[in-house]
Structures are given as C-alpha cells and as structure tokens.
C-alpha cells in the first residue's frame, strides 16, 4: 500500500471573482491508476468561503478532473466541483451551467497575466517610483533589458507538461512583467478544467520565487499607457470547422451581437477598464467583429478564411480574471441561437 496526496483544489464563493482554494487529502491505495473513478467526494467548510452559513457550513467536493502533480511525490491535483448538501450544484458552480455534454464545443484560452514582485508590488522590470522604457520592446522579447521572469515561466510551462495539461505555448507579452499561456481542449468543462489546474500551478509557483500572479485585467490602472491582461477564447464547433461558407461565419458573429450585457457580465471584474477601445480592444459598449481584426469584439483568424471559412472565432473580450467555465458557458448558449 502506498499513500498518495491528492490535492483537492475548489472555486470559492467569493463575486465576481472567485478564489482557488484546495487541502490535501492523504489516502493509502494500492496500484493507484490516477482515475477519477477511485476518488471520494469530500466536504469543507463553505462558511470561511463564502459559500455556506455557519449553522450549515459543510459543502460537497465533487472531483471531476485528476491530473498528476508534477512537484510531490505520489502526489496528484484534483479538480472539483462544488455541490450543496443534497448535491446539486452550488450557485458558485459555473462548470455545472456549461451546455456541451457532446464536447461538439472546442476552446483554447490565452492566458495573459502579470508577474508581480512582492516587495515593490510592482511587476517585474518596473523600477521602484517609476516606470521602465515605454512598451514596444517587450513583446516576444529576448534579453535581460526587456525579459523578466523567464525562469519562473519556463518552470511553470514544464509542471504543466508533465502534469499532462494539453499546454501550447508562452509568450511574453506586451508590457514589461506581462506573460501569456495557451491552452486547448476537446470540450468546454475540460477547457476550463486546465485552466483552471495551470493556474493553480502557476499561483504555487509563485510562493518559491517572492512573487505574486495579478489577473487583474488593468493592474496598473485604467489611465495607464499600457496594454491590459486579457483571456482571449478561441472557440469553434462542428459548423465552424467543417461548414466552408462565409455565411454561417458572419450568422455566428452576428448572433452576439444581441447578447452583449450577458457576455460581459461573465468575462471578469474591472474589465471595463480594459474594454477602451485602445490597446488592441473593442470598446465594452459596442460590438464589432471583422477577419483579422484584433480591435474587434470577436475576431475571424485569418488562416480559417484562408482555409475556406473552416477552422474557429476569437472572442477578445474576456478579462484576464475571468473564469473559463462562466466565459464557455455563455459563449455556447449564444452559438446554438445562431441561425444557420
């Protein structure tokens, strides 16, 4: 028999943005296969989460996902849905409001995000009382002069390799300290499972090297001359990988446009200060979507018109904070209206 630790990691009640919590367990199994089918449910007390009273405090732990961790010894990193006492799914659940049981829907997310030092409270590069050299040479830059943080994210891109996340790149981005990950998936719950999962990676990483993740979406406020962190959704189902017509393209497009408070209400906090219309955005109160437009709402890749009007969308909307689960859920509802 041998013990293993299993890492169960949770969405707090806390709104609009919602905190990774998790504990571990530590079970003896013999020829643990790292399945989903072998784990229990566990419970915690959702009255220090926001998520329950204390006169009812315990809350159910649902794993859903199960992936091996990459920085313990037998260790593994459980996600898992929160369900209420008679287990149905808790208010805070948004997994539980995704409408993709066929997986018919794919996503891959950018995550933008900003490494911050814990001392200055500042991202990386930025001198203490001022500003570094303005933005333009940071973007996929190479170099001590405009590349910080380069170790923490290459550790980062290997524990989610090895954690067996379907991980597909980094960059750094635009401002100094400001980095991306990808991430694909087959299926919508999967999709934000993993992001979900890289997150909580990168967030533990942090506590090694005395630096913080800020998902906040303008973390340097919204007057500053630098770009903001997004999550950019590439998204696409059967019509728009197979359908070969310009048509269905623009019905899918369009059929966001009637939808836009409801998008926005789950694409993250603060993101109006990202929404401006400069930097590479839309503005939060308009609507647009155009082949190859990175200024647009949503966004036609030039490389699945190339292919015929075959391949997916980019939604550019979504906030660096916002959670995958909430973002694939809306933009699914408002695909099946699409009149095609």
């Not at 719950?189 to 992001?195: P, Q, V």
């Not at 005395?210 to 998204?235: C, Q, R, T, V």
């Not at 660096?320 to 699409?338: E, F, H, L, M």
Request: charged share 25%; aromatic share 12%; glycine share 10%.
């Amino acid at each position: 028999m041998a013990k293993i630790k299993l890492e169960y990691i949770w969405l707090d009640g806390y709104f609009p943005t919602q905190n990774m919590r998790s504990k571990t367990k530590v079970e003896e199994h013999e020829n643990f296969k790292g399945t989903i089918e072998e784990l229990g449910n566990w419970s915690f007390d959702g009255s220090s989460t926001r998520q329950a009273s204390g006169g009812a405090s315990d809350c159910l732990l649902v794993p859903v996902a199960i992936y091996p961790d990459p920085d313990r010894i037998n260790g593994y990193l459980v996600m898992t849905e929160v369900m209420n006492a008679d287990g149905t799914p808790h208010v805070s659940n948004g997994r539980a409001t995704i409408d993709d049981e066929d997986e018919d829907f794919w996503f891959g997310f950018e995550q933008e995000y900003f490494i911050m030092d814990t001392k200055t409270q500042m991202p990386l590069g930025f001198p203490i009382g001022g500003y570094p050299a303005p933005q333009g040479m940071y973007y996929c830059s190479v170099g001590g002069l405009h590349t910080h943080g380069r170790d923490l994210v290459e550790e980062h891109a290997d524990l989610c390799i090895d954690a067996g996340l379907n991980f597909e790149g980094i960059n750094q981005e635009v401002a100094s300290g400001q980095w991306e990950f990808q991430l694909f998936a087959k299926g919508a719950k999967k999709a934000g499972d993993e992001i979900w999962v890289a997150r909580y990676l990168l967030d533990r990483l942090t506590e090694k090297y005395g630096y913080y993740i800020e998902y906040h979406p303008k973390p340097l406020g919204k007057d500053m001359d630098w770009n903001g962190s997004g999550m950019h959704a590439n998204f696409s189902n059967t019509a728009l990988r197979t359908s070969g017509s310009k048509d269905v393209y623009a019905a899918i497009c369009e059929s966001f446009r009637p939808f836009v408070k409801e998008h926005i209400a789950v694409y993250g906090e603060f993101n109006d200060q990202r929404l401006t219309g400069l930097h590479e955005t839309a503005s939060i109160n308009d609507f647009s979507w155009g082949i190859s437009d990175r200024g647009a709402s949503i966004r036609i890749p030039l490389i699945a018109v190339e292919k015929g009007y075959k391949g997916w969308l980019e939604d550019r909307r979504p906030a660096s904070n916002g959670d995958p689960y909430k973002i694939a859920a809306r933009i699914i509802k408002t695909v099946k209206t699409a009149k095609i």
